[in-house]
Every structure is written in C-alpha cells, then in structure tokens.
C-alpha cells in the first residue's frame, strides 16, 4: 500500500479561513482521487481529542491520522529550524509552506511537495505580522533547498514566485474550485430574508487595505452618473483606523446603501453570490483568483481588475478593468463606467452569466485531487 501524507492542520488552526477551506476540499478530492493500492493519512499536530475528531469528520476516507508531539506553534517553529524528524518519510504534501522541509532521498522513496498561496511577505509585508513575514520567507528558503515540488493555484503566481525564488521545474499549477456547499437551497428565499438582501446589490469581496480595491469601488459608486445601487461586502467593517460606513460616506454612497458581512457559510454565501447583479473583483495584485470561480459558477456577472490572476482565471469570461499605475482615480472612473454598463445593460449581464457559468466548467476539486497524485507518481 502506498500512502500519502497529507498535512490537513490548517483545519484545526485557531482561525481556519480561506487556507483551512483549500486544505479541506483538496485533502477530500485526493481520498477520493486514490489510485487503487494508494491512501492517505492526515497529519495534524498535536491538538484535542476534538479537533483530531473533526479533522477525520471534514475529511471521510483518511486511512489514519498522525499526529505530531509538538502543538501547532512550536511545530511551525521546530519545522522553520528543521529540528523535528515529524512525521517521518515517505510521500508528504503541504497544503501551505507548513511542512518538514528537510534534506532526504527521493530515491528511496521519500519526497515533499509544499504550496504556496501568495507572495504577500515580499511583495505587501506590512500586511502581515513581522512574526509572519520572518516565517514565511524562512520556509520559502527552506522550500528552494528540499522541496521537490511547489505547488501554486495559478500561472500568473509562479511568474510572481519565480521574481522571489527560482525553483526551476519544480513549479507545478494546480487550480483551485468552489468551496463545497456552495450551492442555493430550496430555502434560498428564507436565506435572503434573513441577510436582509436587497433587491439588487453589488457584491465584492476584501477590505479597506488599498491594494485590495474597496475604496476604489466606492469613489466608483460616488461618481455622478452611477446607478445608486447597494453594495455589499464581503469582509471586516473596518481596516485599522478606517471604518467601512465613514469611507463610503467620504465618497458619497450613503451608509444605508452599504452592508457587510464578516463570515457566511457557504449556503448563506451562495444565496448572496447568485441574487447579486454583479460581483465585483478589484484587487491590484496578489490576488487568487477562487472568488471569481465561485460567482462563476453561481452565474452571477463578474467585474474584475486586470491583475494577471483574475485575467487567467477569467479568460474573458468577465469584464476587465484595468488598474493602472498605482491604482490611480483612474481606476475609480473606469470601474464606475464598467458597474453602469453591467447594471443598465441586462443583455450584457445575460452575456457575463452565461460566459462565467460556462468558464466555472475548467475548475474542479476532482481535477486537482488527480493531479496531486499524478504529480507524486512523476516525482
């Protein structure tokens, strides 16, 4: 029997978020993947007894469940100082840069293949911890020198990766895919009651951090001309001293048009994706490109900026905006003129949904689970 060791610990963390629900989906795709004569363990570190309970909850199939002797923070510790031998050889995959890298033999077997997710500790630093950025950059290191592979959601990140490290061949793209349960309910309508969802509304996901272009679509929605319609966002109500109702009135949306939620799950989500009129994806750069996946596959027309990751992710299935040089007000004026087309033109809406809906069809947990196992074959 060949097993894989899959690192699932982001499901316990203290604050799971996006990465806890990539390590869940991927880690049920690659159980479900398994070629015959193949399963997976999970390993976790050490944690409560009901933490290692939802672990094999959230991901039926595991063939067992290791765990480490080190807690959480002194195994990302021990692991940065490649001091702890946990969890021993074999096939290893990291759903993040938390993993024993560690000099080994791949031909004897042994192999470690980590993911990355951004490159935020170079390029954006002041939006981590200090602590965060000193790990990070520690085990990207640590990653050049033993990983076999890396494992990036896009191209348009290993073009932005390779700036920091030169991994050579060992880049491998492997997308990403709707969370699971997102899907609209025969209780979709007590949903939307509930969420106090207007009739018709913008969606867009971040938050007040410039570079994730909130503040840009409300100038947008400011500028005379655009249609006064709600918007909702998708994230915290304020970003350090900033607070969501005061800089959308210093742009003049007024605070009733502007609702916000901090976390919905993914039922609650789907409800709020599908009845938009619009989703809006402003970010500058260093995006994901998963959200624009998710209201894809909901149908709903989809407004992005011209990053290099919504743009690939997209592929013309949405309506581009281009950012231009620091985010200027040009940006601003541009998104506003894109949100006035897409809300007066309901045939060019029609147009965006049908194209995103079509778009979704080339994401696939499946997909992503196989190509995790085949790239562990080729290593």
């Known amino acids: 029997m060949t097993t894989l060791r899959l690192i699932v610990d982001q499901i316990v963390a ?14 049920r795709a690659i159980v479900r993947a398994a070629p015959q004569g193949c399963d997976v363990e999970g390993v976790v570190s050490s944690s409560l007894p009901s933490d290692y309970e939802r672990v094999l ?13 080190l807690a959480r923070r002194e195994l990302a510790a021990a692991w940065q100082l490649g001091l702890t031998t946990s969890p021993g050889g074999g096939m ?14 791949r031909r004897s077997g042994d192999q470690v293949v980590v993911t990355v997710h951004d490159v935020l500790a170079w390029s954006h630093p002041e939006a981590l911890s200090a602590a965060s950025v000193t790990w990070q950059k520690g085990m990207l290191k640590r990653a050049r020198k033993h990983a076999d592979a890396v494992v990036v959601p896009t191209h348009a990140l290993a073009d932005r990766l390779s700036l920091v490290a ?38 867009v996901p971040g938050t007040l951090e410039p570079r994730r272009g909130l503040v840009d679509v409300l100038a947008a929605l400011g500028r005379t001309g655009v249609p006064e319609i709600p918007l909702v966002v998708l994230g915290p109500e304020s970003w350090g001293d900033q607070h969501l109702v005061t800089v959308a009135e210093e742009h003049g949306v007024a605070a009733t048009r502007v609702q916000h939620f901090d976390e919905l799950d993914a039922a609650d989500l789907a409800v709020v994706l599908s009845r938009a009129t ?21 149908g709903t027309p989809v407004v992005h900026s011209d990053c290099p990751a919504h743009l690939e992710i997209a592929a013309g299935a949405g309506l581009s905006v281009a950012v231009g040089v620091g ?26 949904a049908i194209a995103g809906s079509d778009r979704a069809r080339a994401f696939s947990w499946q997909e992503a689970g196989e190509r995790v196992w085949q790239l562990h074959a080729d290593l």
């Open 57 to 69: 909850a959230d991901v039926p199939g595991l063939a067992d469940l290791y765990k480490t002797s």
């Open 327 to 352: 985010g200027a007000d040009g940006f601003a004026d541009r998104l506003a003129a894109a949100v006035t087309r897409v809300v007066e033109d309901r045939e060019l809406a029609s147009r965006l």
């Open 166 to 203: 030169d991994f050579g061949d060992r880049v491998r793209v492997i997308g990403t895919a709707p969370r699971s349960g997102l899907v609209v309910g025969a209780d979709a309508d007590e949903r939307a009651a509930r969420l106090h969802l207007p009739a018709q509304y913008l969606v």
């Open 14 to 27: 203290p604050v799971p978020g996006a990465l806890g629900r990539y390590t869940r989906d991927l880690a």
């Open 92 to 105: 290893i995959h990291g759903t993040s840069l938390f993993a024993p890298l560690r000099k080994h033999d």
């Open 278 to 298: 619009a989703f809006v994806a402003p970010n500058h750069d260093d995006a994901s490109g998963t959200a624009l996946i998710e209201a894809f596959s909901l």
